[in-house]
């Protein structure tokens, strides 16, 4: 199930990448790599609930996309890509399997399994997938956290003019 985003980006947008491989650790590298942006764009350290939730939903939100990657694309997730343009912030996770990700249907909550995406779901603003490369690319996205709303376009406190 995909779930429209807004459009293109309203400021200038910063990219981070990390190459995977799929091996052990993976899951692990991609919450730490999007640790570091998270903190370069002032997400974190949160200062107060509201950024704290946001961040840990993002880090959330990211290892569930790996951990698919890893479960069922042949070789596991070839890269991730953060993108964030002040407004908003966008997860991808690149693979070689062609086969989009979908809603599976209720597994019960006591169930394990079959819960990532429907979490992604639930706390993404939007997210969905498309072809590349032979194989596809699956992304999320979130809007600043409401402790960034005064800040500027790269996530820094505006300064008086």
Excluded: I
């Excluded at 399997?97 to 429907?118: K, M, N, Y």
């Amino acid at each position: 199930m995909d779930r429209p985003g807004n459009g293109g980006p309203p400021g200038r947008e910063q990219v981070r990448r990390l190459a995977l491989e799929g091996g052990p650790g993976t899951v692990r590298r991609s919450r730490e790599f999007s640790r570091r942006a998270l903190v370069s764009w002032q997400w974190l350290p949160a200062v107060d609930e509201d950024r704290r939730a946001a961040a840990e939903d993002v880090l959330l939100m990211v290892a569930e996309l790996v951990a698919n990657a890893c479960l069922y694309a042949p070789g596991g997730p070839s890269e991730l890509r953060l993108h964030w343009d002040g407004a908003r912030l966008r997860v991808e996770v690149a693979d070689a399997s062609p086969v989009p990700p979908r809603l599976r249907p209720s597994a019960g909550a006591g169930r394990p399994g079959g819960h990532g995406l429907r979490v992604v779901d639930r706390l993404s603003a939007a997210w969905g997938s498309r072809p590349e490369a032979g194989g596809k690319l699956v992304w999320l996205e979130v809007s600043r956290p409401s402790a960034l709303t005064a800040a500027g376009a790269d996530g820094a406190p505006e300064r008086p003019g």
